[in-house]
């Protein structure tokens, strides 16, 4: 299986909602990604998991939580978003720091 | 600033033309990653290359890695609209964390 899973596709949320976005590989992948993608940019990294540990930050609002339940699962919770949250969050995995599968993302829009 | 400049940024060619888009490197390239992504989509895999101006080809895509120049090119020979999509390349950058960038983008259009 060389495929990374993402549910929901698509997603409206208010700005007093909470919604998770979840992500999930077999591929025995030690290292997950969370991107932000903005229409015409290219994709912006938020989070990177290694190992079940976050080990990169980005300067991601609180708004956004990560979290790895296990080396197969990362959640993206989101709480009190702003409109301009709305984008394709993107999720990846990589065995290491080499080539990352990535998922077909989902399309978040905040009203 | 950004790590992995591409150009063009856009491309309109004919359906059985030839193309090349470019990936320039403000640091160092040890390793390089090309990726296409359809609007809305997930990114797709092209190929890796690296370090050592390492050429890879995959059907009519051929990418070549100039690591003197710090900079990748992807050619794509006689155009298909199967084809058009958003170019990506990405890198992991020595120095900064083990972090890894995407290029700037190139969107492609491909005219029948």
């Known amino acids: 299986d060389t495929e990374v899973t993402q549910t929901p596709k698509h997603l409206v949320m208010g700005m007093t909602n909470k919604k998770s976005l979840k992500c999930e590989q077999h591929?025995?992948?030690?290292?997950m990604y969370w991107y932000k993608q903005k229409a015409k940019k290219p994709p912006e990294l938020m989070f990177v998991?290694?190992?079940?540990?976050?080990?990169i930050n980005e300067s991601v609002p609180s708004r956004f939580s990560p979290e790895c339940p296990n080396s197969s699962l990362l959640n993206l919770h989101l709480h009190a978003l702003q409109p301009e949250d709305s984008a394709l969050y993107l999720c990846?995995?990589?065995?290491?720091?080499?080539?990352?599968?990535f998922g077909p993302g989902t399309r978040l829009t905040v009203l | 600033s950004q790590e992995l400049e591409q150009s063009p940024q856009s491309l309109i060619v004919q359906e059985g033309k030839n193309l090349t888009i470019n990936c320039t490197s403000s640091?160092?390239?040890?390793?390089l990653y090309w990726y296409k992504q359809k609007y809305g989509e997930g990114l797709i895999f092209l190929m890796m290359?690296?370090?050592?101006?390492e050429e890879k080809s995959h059907e009519k895509i051929t990418a070549k890695l100039d690591e003197k120049k710090q900079q990748s090119s992807l050619h794509i020979t006689a155009s298909q609209p199967s084809h058009a999509g958003i170019y990506l390349c990405?890198?992991?950058?020595?120095?900064?964390?083990?972090?890894?960038?995407f290029g700037t983008g190139t969107s492609l259009t491909v005219i029948p």
């Open positions: 591929m025995g992948h030690r290292a």
């Open positions: 990405g890198a992991d950058i020595p120095g900064t964390g083990n972090q890894f960038y």
């Open positions: 990846a995995s990589s065995q290491g720091w080499g080539r990352q599968f």
């Open positions: 640091k160092t390239l040890y390793g």
């Open positions: 290359l690296q370090k050592g101006g």
């Open positions: 998991y290694s190992y079940e540990k976050l080990s």
